[in-house]
């Protein structure tokens, strides 16, 4: 239900100011929850949008929200919807001290704000607060519960956030905001530079935001799992290995088991062939086996010692295992395109859009 004007929370003058920023493409349903739970925390709304065909420009305004238009003249990117957005929200606040960024499929859990900005007042050099996201229907599939599971990290001071979270004005406008270029990972690497500036990333335990994945088919995440894997090994290159330490592991972690375990499955049965005749053929194979099952009984033990039940571990740490071939296809994808002088197209899990190179 869209809140009527009687309904939204009046502004605490003496409060700080903050506004919102979503952004979307295409998002239909969610987007209006979206804006419709920015309105009921008593927010200021920029709703960006990256060329939507579905009417969401005119629900945006209709909820209240005012509107930016990417032009065409750039890809379209998370990272440069946000930093138009921040733009557009300063000419509207100049004032602004906080931003909530938000994707445009996600609503704010009620009462965030509120408890983030108590955060930032307790932590005044935390540049980022961000809480704890969770799915809308993990239930759905099994690809929007390994989302809900991968959004469940540590508490405390972190390396990086997501797409949802409260950013101080200050540390956000000196760090230049977002890197406009990059396809994914354009959140931790904005946090590499804020925390190198001696801001602090905090994780505090809190509902925040609830995400509607909408993944019902393998495809789907096969391509967002992708989509890691050339954001972990762009950050790689561009701040080395020790600098978005997150992403970066990502991308080892998919060259180390897409090509030293099978080296070690070739390397092995070659041995076993040579030494014990025929039968020792299973050797190389039978360790890139065990490998991977320690693999699967390492992630799936990590999971239940923070609360998961034992089929969703075992089924996230599964998912794991195979995750690493797609991975280290985006890995190779974004080397490719580097070596021939293009860059890679917005790799998109929800449509049909897939990445290409330009």
């Known amino acids: 239900m869209q809140p009527t004007e009687e309904s939204r929370p009046t502004p605490d003058p003496g409060a700080p100011l903050v506004g919102a920023v979503a952004i979307g493409r295409n998002e239909g349903q969610r987007l209006a929850r979206c804006l419709e739970s920015i309105a009921a925390q008593g927010l200021p709304a920029v709703y960006v949008d990256s060329g939507s065909n579905d009417g969401s420009r005119e629900r945006a305004r209709a909820l209240g929200a005012d509107v930016v238009e990417l032009e065409l003249d750039a890809p379209f990117t998370a990272a440069r919807a946000r930093n138009a957005g921040f733009r557009r929200l300063v000419e509207l606040r100049p004032g602004l001290e906080y931003v909530q960024f938000v994707d445009g499929d996600c609503e704010l859990e009620p009462g965030w704000v509120a408890t ?49 979270a409260l950013f101080r004005r200050g540390p956000f406008a000196k760090s230049g905001g977002f890197d406009d270029s990059l396809i994914a990972g354009e959140e931790p690497e904005l946090c590499y530079r804020l925390r190198r500036a001696g801001g602090r990333v905090l994780r ?75 039968v020792g053929l299973a050797l190389g194979p039978a360790l890139a086996l065990a490998a991977v099952a320690r693999l699967v009984a390492k992630v799936r033990s990590h999971r239940i010692a923070r609360g998961a039940d034992t089929r969703a571990a075992t089924l996230y740490g599964a998912f794991c295992a195979v995750g690493k071939l797609p991975e280290a296809l985006g890995v190779v994808q974004y080397w490719l395109a580097r070596a021939r002088g293009r860059r890679t197209r917005l790799i998109e899990y929800k449509g049909a859009g897939s990445a290409e190179a330009r």
């Not at 980022?128 to 991968?150: F, K, M, T, W």
């Not at 592991?249 to 030494?275: D, E, H, M, N």
């Open 204 to 278: 505090i335990d809190a509902p925040m935001t609830r995400h509607d994945a909408a993944m019902t088919h393998f495809g789907q995440w096969w391509r967002r799992t992708r989509r890691s894997g050339h954001a972990a090994a762009e950050l790689w290159h561009k701040h080395g290995y020790r600098g978005v330490q997150g992403l970066t592991r990502i991308a080892a972690s998919a060259l180390f088991w897409t090509c030293l375990v099978p080296a070690l499955a070739v390397g092995g049965a070659w041995v076993g062939a040579l030494f014990v005749g025929p």
């Open 116 to 164: 983030a900005l108590a955060a930032m007042a307790g932590n005044p050099d935390a540049a980022v607060v961000c809480g704890r996201r969770a799915e809308r229907h993990p239930e759905r599939s099994i690809y929007n519960q390994l989302c809900d599971l991968e959004w469940d990290t540590p508490i405390g001071e972190a390396e990086a956030c997501g797409g949802d």
